[in-house]
């Protein structure tokens, strides 16, 4: 080709980066790695290996330990044994330790970048300058989360050890994301990388050698599923931290059910990319090559719904497709490739399969005539048009360079369709009018929106999903609880599993309501003092429970104190029904709801006396008063907290700010603590309206017939139907109907082992956040344990809108 010609079509020639470093770094250990336990190489106990392979050639790159139940256990007793200095060290110390490995992936930056672009097939300008940079940006971050530790989170301590598991798409970018917040905190790690990507974990834990970490303090054992699920199930773990498919993530949930661990997940993602018609169109196409061609479009929040306004699709489409034609795709070390190569050949097949699968389902497939390489695996940008939202390609995750366009009329459908998905992980909203934009980003579930900007990441911003995408987050204050516990929690002793919320002696069997009451069946009770017979609250109504059954309800002395509804599953849902209807109340402003708490706590003390008197029949006159005057006092911080949520303002190192606010969770199901009837429930429900969330309540077993008086109440203080449900009964059968419901957004379980055991196991459907007190006794009557910013940060998720400005 002349000069002159090259003028003309902007050909240019290839520009690879040089990977003799990573070469040589791959000779340098035989290209065979071994697992880094307790600071040292150690090779895996069953002397197994597996490949892992250069995606742009097939070319095997080196061979990997597989690491079998004995090493995974081998690498926690290391972490183990490491912990108790590790958290002793000053907060200083630990500061300096993350310092140093900032500053080392920073100084060995060029070859992380050329080995992450080797092992996983992502084009270098790509690793060189997002994965890596972001890398280190994770480390300082976190340095400094170190030392400011002690000032920030006085009363918590770290979980323990914890064990990670990441997925192949960013390879180090996500141990970044695990461990820098574990260590800041004072944990140890055991962290086992994706089977297809472990190279750049291994070339970690050598800067952790550099850096001179303590042995045992990061452990690095490669592995496939097998190796993960040995670390998921090892009893000295004390958390899950996991990114990777929505599948396993509901595996690992069912997994750690019937143990302590606390999890923290990051799964999948189908996140809208809406495109209004008065948006700037050259800049939305930008948007959507960063939002779906980057990284081969397998990133969890790939914008890989496209959402146009009707008015402008046609256009759009055609700039769309001319932008795809000037992509470049090929061996992803050439510096000037767009698209480099998929990981591995099972995921090509995969994208493959669905693409066909779209078509098939009516959708008009357009790729550019591209030359593909002869090797490797490799899939060119395709664009999928008129795809039917229920299709498996707007519903399900490709994970792959395919985007699915579809069309909506007005902002009110462009909500609809984007979040009519299981998921809620991310989110792109372009238009030039400000109010459009905030108007649909406040009104979309997922945990990140970018406003005319798309894929940007930050350590002070915190990442993570809504809904079936996962929950906890990532990056930024709220990043750094995940990895800690309030110290009093840690250490509470375990509740007797008599005292559970699940049927309790006091109860006599459920007897048949209705006039004449069934009392008449209680022949030793000659004159039985009912002092009321309730019914179930829903939706702002007293309603009789389906199963028209009651259960006796009985002082300390055994003396019948009246009947309560039996509730079931029927129940349940019409107490859904009416959660979800009530979300005038998570619109309503903070103000409001402050008002509405106040006056929930006026009523209450206006019927201090008599209420008093009902409880003591069950507790007695010392903690019945004490139960109504702290409730009060509860009610009244969480009146305060209302309008308090704020969230907060950061400043990534771009052109943007990033607007987190903390939004309700939803409708949220409560199984309340058996020991304290009345302050239980509001130590629970209240911080819930707080926040913003519709609850669905059962309250304790033990004196039911609160329900008549918070109903009362409720009725009386201007709360408005269905933010608060009251559904009495067995608590172990309403737990599992609202644990089951997929319109139940998360479960608190207050109970005993068992019983907070089943609500995690039973929850893995949706994938529904439980938060429980872990079988814990907790002191409702210590405001330090009772109430306050535990309770609202669990209470709330957090959502950051990234606005950018400036030309
Ligand atoms: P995956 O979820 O199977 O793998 C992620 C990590 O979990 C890997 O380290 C794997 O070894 C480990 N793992 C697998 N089974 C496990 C188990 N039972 N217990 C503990 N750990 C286990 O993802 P995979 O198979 O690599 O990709 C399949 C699909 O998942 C992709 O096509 C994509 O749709 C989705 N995916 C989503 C990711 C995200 O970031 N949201 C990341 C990777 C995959």
Same mark, same amino acid.
């Given at each position: 080709?002349?000069?002159?010609?090259?003028?003309?079509?902007?050909?240019?020639?290839?520009?690879?980066?040089?990977?003799?470093?990573?070469?040589?770094?791959?000779?340098?250990?035989?290209?065979?790695?071994?697992?880094?336990?307790?600071?040292?190489?150690?090779?895996?106990?069953?002397?197994?290996?597996?490949?892992?392979?250069?995606?742009?050639?097939?070319?095997?790159?080196?061979?990997?330990?597989?690491?079998?139940?004995?090493?995974?256990?081998?690498?926690?007793?290391?972490?183990?044994?490491?912990?108790?200095?590790?958290?002793?060290?000053?907060?200083?110390?630990?500061?300096?330790?993350?310092?140093?490995?900032?500053?080392?992936?920073?100084?060995?930056?060029?070859?992380?970048?050329?080995?992450?672009?080797?092992?996983?097939?992502?084009?270098?300008?790509?690793?060189?300058?997002?994965?890596?940079?972001?890398?280190?940006?994770?480390?300082?971050?976190?340095?400094?989360?170190?030392?400011?530790?002690?000032?920030?989170?006085?009363?918590?301590?770290?979980?323990?050890?914890?064990?990670?598991?990441?997925?192949?798409?960013?390879?180090?970018?996500?141990?970044?994301?695990?461990?820098?917040?574990?260590?800041?905190?004072?944990?140890?790690?055991?962290?086992?990388?994706?089977?297809?990507?472990?190279?750049?974990?291994?070339?970690?834990?050598?800067?952790?050698?550099?850096?001179?970490?303590?042995?045992?303090?990061?452990?690095?054992?490669?592995?496939?599923?097998?190796?993960?699920?040995?670390?998921?199930?090892?009893?000295?773990?004390?958390?899950?931290?996991?990114?990777?498919?929505?599948?396993?993530?509901?595996?690992?949930?069912?997994?750690?059910?019937?143990?302590?661990?606390?999890?923290?997940?990051?799964?999948?993602?189908?996140?809208?990319?809406?495109?209004?018609?008065?948006?700037?169109?050259?800049?939305?196409?930008?948007?959507?090559?960063?939002?779906?061609?980057?990284?081969?479009?397998?990133?969890?929040?790939?914008?890989?719904?496209?959402?146009?306004?009707?008015?402008?699709?046609?256009?759009?489409?055609?700039?769309?497709?001319?932008?795809?034609?000037?992509?470049?795709?090929?061996?992803?070390?050439?510096?000037?490739?767009?698209?480099?190569?998929?990981?591995?050949?099972?995921?090509?097949?995969?994208?493959?399969?669905?693409?066909?699968?779209?078509?098939?389902?009516?959708?008009?497939?357009?790729?550019?005539?591209?030359?593909?390489?002869?090797?490797?695996?490799?899939?060119?940008?395709?664009?999928?048009?008129?795809?039917?939202?229920?299709?498996?390609?707007?519903?399900?995750?490709?994970?792959?360079?395919?985007?699915?366009?579809?069309?909506?009329?007005?902002?009110?459908?462009?909500?609809?369709?984007?979040?009519?998905?299981?998921?809620?992980?991310?989110?792109?909203?372009?238009?030039?009018?400000?109010?459009?934009?905030?108007?649909?980003?406040?009104?979309?579930?997922?945990?990140?929106?970018?406003?005319?900007?798309?894929?940007?990441?930050?350590?002070?911003?915190?990442?993570?999903?809504?809904?079936?995408?996962?929950?906890?987050?990532?990056?930024?204050?709220?990043?750094?609880?995940?990895?800690?516990?309030?110290?009093?929690?840690?250490?509470?002793?375990?509740?007797?599993?008599?005292?559970?919320?699940?049927?309790?002696?006091?109860?006599?069997?459920?007897?048949?309501?209705?006039?004449?009451?069934?009392?008449? @069946?209680?022949? +030793?009770?000659?004159?039985?003092? $009912?002092?009321?017979? &309730?019914?179930?609250?829903? %939706?702002? *109504? /007293? #309603?009789?429970?389906?199963?028209?059954?009651?259960?006796?309800?009985?002082?300390?002395?055994?003396?019948?104190?009246?009947?309560?509804?039996?509730?079931?599953?029927?129940?349940?849902?019409?107490?859904?029904?009416?959660?979800?209807?009530?979300?005038?109340?998570?619109?309503?402003?903070?103000?409001?709801?402050?008002?509405?708490?106040?006056?929930?706590? @006026?009523?209450? +003390?206006?019927?201090?006396?008599? $209420?008093?008197?009902? &409880?003591?029949?069950?507790? %007695?006159? *010392? /903690? #019945?008063?004490?139960?109504?005057?702290?409730?009060?006092?509860?009610?009244?911080?969480?009146?305060?907290?209302?309008?308090?949520?704020?969230?907060?303002?950061?400043?990534?190192?771009?052109?943007?700010?990033?607007?987190?606010?903390?939004?309700?969770?939803?409708?949220?199901?409560?199984?309340?603590?058996?020991?304290?009837?009345?302050?239980?429930?509001?130590?629970?429900?209240?911080?819930?309206?707080?926040?913003?969330?519709?609850?669905?309540?059962?309250?304790?077993?033990?004196?039911?017939?609160?329900?008549?008086?918070?109903?009362?109440?409720?009725?009386?203080?201007?709360?408005?139907?269905?933010?608060?449900?009251?559904?009495?009964?067995?608590?172990?059968?309403?737990?599992?109907?609202?644990?089951?419901?997929?319109?139940?957004?998360?479960?608190?379980?207050?109970?005993?082992?068992?019983?907070?055991?089943?609500?995690?196991?039973?929850?893995?459907?949706?994938?529904?956040?439980?938060?429980?007190?872990?079988?814990?006794?907790?002191?409702?009557?210590?405001?330090?344990?009772?109430?306050?910013?535990?309770?609202?940060?669990?209470?709330?998720?957090?959502?950051?809108?990234?606005?950018?400005?400036?030309?």
């Amino acid at each position: 080709m002349s000069i002159a010609e090259k003028f003309v079509t902007l050909e240019y020639g290839p520009a690879p980066e040089d990977p003799k470093e990573a070469g040589a770094w791959l000779d340098a250990h035989q290209r065979r790695f071994a697992l880094f336990i307790n600071g040292a190489w150690q090779a895996p106990a069953a002397g197994e290996y597996f490949d892992t392979v250069d995606p742009s050639t097939g070319e095997k790159l080196a061979s990997v330990a597989q690491g079998s139940e004995a090493d995974i256990d081998a690498a926690v007793r290391a972490a183990r044994a490491a912990s108790a200095k590790w958290r002793a060290l000053s907060p200083h110390i630990r500061a300096r330790y993350l310092y140093a490995l900032a500053r080392l992936v920073q100084k060995h930056s060029r070859l992380l970048a050329v080995l992450e672009t080797m092992d996983n097939g992502k084009p270098i300008r790509e690793s060189r300058d997002i994965d890596i940079p972001l890398v280190a940006r994770h480390f300082y971050y976190h340095a400094g989360w170190a030392q400011l530790l002690p000032q920030e989170f006085p009363e918590y301590e770290p979980c323990g050890v914890v064990g990670q598991i990441i997925p192949w798409n960013f390879p180090l970018l996500m141990l970044a994301w695990k461990i820098a917040p574990a260590l800041a905190t004072g944990n140890t790690v055991v962290l086992k990388p994706a089977e297809f990507t472990p190279l750049t974990a291994l070339a970690f834990a050598e800067l952790c050698q550099e850096a001179g970490l303590p042995p045992g303090v990061v452990n690095i054992v490669t592995g496939d599923g097998s190796t993960g699920e040995a670390l998921v199930k090892h009893p000295d773990v004390d958390k899950i931290a996991f990114t990777g498919s929505t599948e396993v993530g509901r595996a690992i949930r069912g997994a750690t059910a019937s143990s302590h661990k606390r999890l923290s997940l990051e799964l999948g993602g189908k996140s809208p990319f809406i495109i209004f018609e008065d948006a700037d169109l050259d800049s939305a196409v930008e948007g959507l090559v960063d939002g779906i061609w980057f990284n081969q479009g397998q990133v969890c929040c790939a914008g890989s719904r496209l959402l146009m306004q009707e008015s402008i699709a046609e256009t759009l489409i055609g700039k769309i497709r001319d932008r795809m034609s000037t992509l470049r795709i090929g061996p992803p070390l050439d510096k000037a490739i767009d698209i480099g190569a998929i990981v591995a050949r099972v995921q090509l097949d995969r994208i493959e399969r669905m693409v066909k699968q779209g078509v098939a389902d009516g959708a008009t497939c357009w790729q550019p005539q591209v030359a593909l390489p002869s090797r490797g695996f490799y899939y060119p940008p395709t664009l999928l048009s008129n795809v039917h939202p229920t299709s498996i390609v707007a519903q399900q995750e490709i994970f792959g360079p395919v985007l699915a366009a579809m069309t909506f009329r007005t902002p009110r459908e462009a909500v609809e369709l984007a979040n009519n998905t299981v998921y809620g992980l991310a989110s792109c909203v372009w238009s030039e009018s400000v109010n459009v934009a905030l108007h649909v980003a406040a009104q979309l579930k997922a945990g990140v929106v970018w406003v005319n900007c798309a894929n940007l990441f930050d350590a002070a911003c915190g990442f993570g999903g809504y809904r079936e995408s996962g929950y906890g987050r990532e990056g930024g204050r709220e990043g750094l609880l995940e990895y800690m516990e309030p110290a009093w929690f840690k250490h509470a002793p375990k509740l007797p599993a008599s005292a559970a919320a699940t049927e309790s002696p006091l109860l006599a069997k459920p007897a048949r309501s209705g006039a004449p009451t069934a009392l008449d @069946e209680e022949p +030793a009770e000659s004159t039985p003092a $009912i002092d009321s017979t &309730v019914k179930l609250y829903i %939706g702002g *109504k /007293q #309603a009789r429970p389906d199963s028209g059954y009651s259960m006796a309800v009985r002082a300390a002395d055994g003396r019948l104190l009246g009947e309560a509804p039996l509730g079931n599953r029927k129940d349940i849902r019409n107490a859904v029904e009416a959660a979800r209807k009530a979300e005038a109340w998570s619109k309503a402003t903070a103000h409001h709801r402050a008002q509405v708490l106040y006056y929930c706590a @006026e009523n209450l +003390a206006q019927r201090r006396e008599e $209420i008093v008197q009902r &409880v003591a029949a069950v507790v %007695g006159e *010392k /903690q #019945a008063a004490a139960e109504v005057d702290r409730s009060l006092e509860r009610i009244f911080s969480y009146a305060a907290w209302a309008d308090k949520l704020d969230g907060a303002v950061h400043n990534p190192p771009f052109r943007n700010i990033a607007i987190a606010m903390n939004e309700p969770i939803g409708t949220v199901g409560v199984i309340c603590p058996a020991d304290a009837p009345l302050l239980g429930f509001f130590s629970l429900v209240m911080p819930l309206l707080a926040a913003g969330n519709t609850v669905i309540a059962v309250p304790s077993e033990k004196y039911p017939l609160i329900t008549g008086d918070l109903y009362q109440l409720f009725d009386t203080s201007d709360l408005p139907g269905g933010a608060v449900n009251i559904v009495t009964g067995y608590a172990s059968q309403l737990l599992k109907t609202l644990a089951e419901h997929d319109d139940v957004d998360a479960i608190w379980c207050y109970g005993d082992e068992a019983t907070v055991a089943s609500a995690k196991a039973m929850s893995t459907g949706n994938l529904k956040q439980v938060w429980t007190n872990e079988g814990r006794a907790i002191d409702w009557f210590d405001a330090k344990q009772g109430e306050g910013r535990w309770f609202l940060e669990h209470a709330t998720q957090v959502k950051n809108i990234w606005v950018p400005y400036g030309e």
